[in-house]
């Protein structure tokens, strides 16, 4: 009789130990249209790790560009009631997405996204600071002097804010021109629209001395706009490049000693990182510390990668 209690008591526990790790399991949906961008997929390829390590199942959504697919994917998700979702996207651009996953009450949170009041939380870089760091970079080694072209992106939250900052920066520096405000054409990728944009303002602008820099909202615009002075001919007029988001190819060519002179290096790992600390918290706890949290960032150039 004792080994048949001691039988039955063995069995179940094993079968509450067994309830409990799958209690603990959670599936997690992140959902983008630019995981063709270098920033994008470092920070999922972070989030993916990030989750691996805390045992959680990821389902990783991209749209390629199409935002309007990406609402109804969410939809889709909505219904499959995962334990959240994570974002990066503007929230204001799939707004119908989200209200699908507040009503199947499943948590949204956004990584390099923007503040909405349909998200738990939004984590990313200090648009504002980064775009500071690179607008105060050209002024400085303008002596405050010279014409800009600027390279935008204002469908983007995190984006937008750079271009506004650095714009403010310009008008404010009475003897700095900008030329020209340019959002370059995804059709063929940003860097590609930025190269055949950066063509036409060469065109335009012929004579040397007539632009002295340009300043680029993420460096895929600020690659191609270096390939163009480049292939101008040009590159020996000291062209002044700044870009965001020191992607690999961005600081090899800033190494190169070329046009391109500065950066700033976003901590995709750690917005990843702390995307998974903020989701584990409200699965713990049903409540987040903060609605926007900001990860640091840092000005690179040839100096700093030595």
Known sequence: MGKRVLFFCVVLLT??????????????????PFLAQPGTQLMVE???????????????????????????????VALQKPDAIVINVDPNQIKTGLLAAQDAGIPVFGMDSGVDSLLQANVTSNGYVMAAETATFVVDQLNGQGNVVMFIFESYPPVQMRGAIAESIFNNTPDLNILDKITPSFDKGPLEGARNAMEAVLIANQGKGSIQAVWAAWDDPAL????????????????I???????????DRISALGNFKATVAQDFSGIAETVAQIIEQYLNTGTVSQKQIYVSAKLITADSLK
């Open 15 to 32: 079968c509450i130990c067994t309830s409990s790790v799958y209690a603990k399991k959670r599936s997690i949906t992140v959902m983008t």
């Open 241 to 251: 490049i700044v870009g965001i988001d020191a992607t690999e190819q961005a600081k």
């Open 224 to 239: 191609g706009a270096e390939q163009a002075i480049r292939d101008a001919g040009r590159e020996n007029e000291n062209i």
């Open 46 to 76: 972070a989030f993916e790790k990030a989750a691996h390590e805390k045992s959680w199942e990821v389902d990783v959504i991209d749209t390629a560009g199409d935002v309007a697919a990406l609402v109804s994917r969410m939809e889709d």
